[in-house]
């Protein structure tokens, strides 16, 4: 027994050491690729002028033979993001803020995964059991609805006074769809089977409508008829919207790809892989939409990180980490008095504002819970729904301090006409107004007095108790 402990401590001491070796690899591997470690100086940033307020919204020309008001003209919030390029940023005026009052709110029944687009006096919004429905904006009634499958989780995209829909599956066990609607009537313009299903919220530019599926191929169609005009083929399912800019189409892949391609021709301008998963030796997926600014690409990933890449190159310009999957679109975007910022939440529970240059954090609002949607910055308030409270919460943009709150939400919560929002919670639509400068004091005026009042009963109690204190204390 005695000549066998030596080897036996030996074979103890070799085990013991290699681990360790293993562990210290794996450390340093961790410390080289460990999410928000990457900022690469050198890729281009581009700066760019200040956005103005958004002109104030009208209520549709006449027509002059029948005098009667068109309800497709006037302010479009025609996108998945409010423009092509996804940036989730309207330069609303300062006034579109809270507090707010309901105009009107209605239940749809189902589950609304994705929100309303904005055109004319009315909104347009996908449920998700496949019916397609028009709003009128100013009283939340029904205009006109139509079945257009099973299963669906986009918003729509407008151009042509069409209203285009993907549709995850055509039936209970089937692929996927996409057709064109007339936007006044619902009635179906055209309606093309797809062999693969489709979330991927489409975008419409000039007489083409873009949006891709999850066999990785992505289709430009005409919209006269929806035919393809071509097709690209990723390696990987595209879940989410493409972001339309100079010309090119953006998106990412699950397997963690991205890519640029033309929006003319289909062909690849550059493709680039991530490794942020699984200490950096594996990729996540992209099910966000990306948002294109500056002269880059913002996107987040499963990974727990959000991309920036060169729009130009394909290169990575930062990584930055975070505790948990971030499926959010972000809300890129400058606010008057602020800097070039990307807002978007995480599974973590934390809503994150970093630089849009470097990733740098600006500011970080730890809510708790889940944030599963993307964010919306309208005006100098940027919003976000809370998957797991089933809340939405606004934030100063420049400070990340909390300026308002609702007791509903979901995933994404917040689209508006320049002059109010409108709000999707988990199964219903609502108006909100802000209030005016006469009304905010009166309503100032009234919380006053009810606090007032609150005060004056309180006194006045505690002014009973002590005289019965003290007529208790006479009787003993």
């Not at 099910?287 to 880059?296: C, E, K, L, Q």
């Amino acid at each position: 027994m005695s000549s066998e402990r030596p080897w036996y401590r030996r074979r103890v001491f070799y085990v013991v050491a290699a681990l360790v070796v293993v562990l210290v690899c794996a450390a340093g591997v961790f410390a080289l690729t460990r999410p928000g470690d990457v900022f690469n100086k050198d890729v281009e940033f581009r700066a760019e002028p200040e956005q103005t307020s958004v002109p104030t919204p009208d209520q549709g020309k006449k027509n002059k033979k029948h005098k009667k008001a068109d309800p497709l003209a006037g302010f479009q919030w025609a996108d998945y993001g409010y423009s092509p390029d996804r940036r989730r940023f309207l330069p609303a005026s300062a006034s579109i803020g809270p507090p707010f009052r309901y105009r009107w709110s209605k239940g749809m029944g189902v589950l609304l995964e994705f929100p309303p687009i904005v055109v004319g006096q009315r909104l347009f919004l996908v449920k998700n059991n496949g019916i397609v429905v028009s709003l009128d904006k100013n009283n939340g009634r029904t205009v006109w609805n139509r079945d257009m499958g099973y299963l669906a989780a986009s918003s729509p995209g407008y151009g042509s006074k069409r209203i285009v829909v993907t549709i995850l599956e055509r039936s209970r066990s089937g692929a996927g769809r996409v057709a064109a609607l007339d936007a006044k009537t619902g009635k179906v313009a055209w309606s093309k089977d797809l062999p693969s299903r489709s979330e991927s919220s489409p975008v419409v530019i000039d007489d083409r409508v873009y949006f891709g599926t999850e066999d990785g191929t992505v289709y430009a169609m005409s919209m006269a008829n929806g035919s393809i005009q071509w097709r690209f083929h990723a390696n990987g399912a595209v879940k989410g919207g493409l972001a339309v800019s100079n010309g090119r189409l953006f998106f990412g892949t699950y397997g963690g790809q991205v890519y640029a391609i033309s929006r003319f021709s289909g062909r690849q301008v550059w493709h680039t892989g991530t490794s942020g998963a699984n200490f950096g030796l594996s990729a996540g997926n992209f099910y966000a939409t990306p948002s294109v600014a500056y002269g880059r690409v913002y996107i987040g990933n499963t990974d727990g990180n959000m991309y920036s890449f060169s729009a130009d190159s394909g290169k990575l310009a930062w990584r930055r980490g975070t505790g948990s999957y971030v499926y959010s679109s972000a809300a890129v975007g400058q606010v008057p008095g602020g800097q070039p910022t990307v807002y978007f939440g995480s599974y973590d529970g934390t809503f994150y504002a970093l630089d849009a240059r470097s990733g740098a954090t600006r500011w970080a609002y730890r809510d708790g819970g889940k944030i599963s949607g993307g964010a919306s910055l309208i005006g100098g308030i940027v919003y976000y729904s809370n998957w797991g409270k089933r809340d939405t919460s606004g934030l100063s943009a420049r400070t990340g301090h909390r300026v308002w709150h609702v007791a509903r939400g979901a995933f994404n919560p917040i689209v508006s006409d320049g002059q109010n929002l409108y709000l999707v919670g988990f199964g219903s639509v609502a108006r909100l107004e802000p209030l005016s400068v006469a009304e905010e004091r009166k309503r100032a005026k009234r919380e006053a007095a009810q606090k007032k009042a609150a005060k004056k009963r309180q006194a006045e109690k505690r002014k009973r108790q002590a005289a019965k204190k003290k007529k208790r204390s006479k009787q003993g």
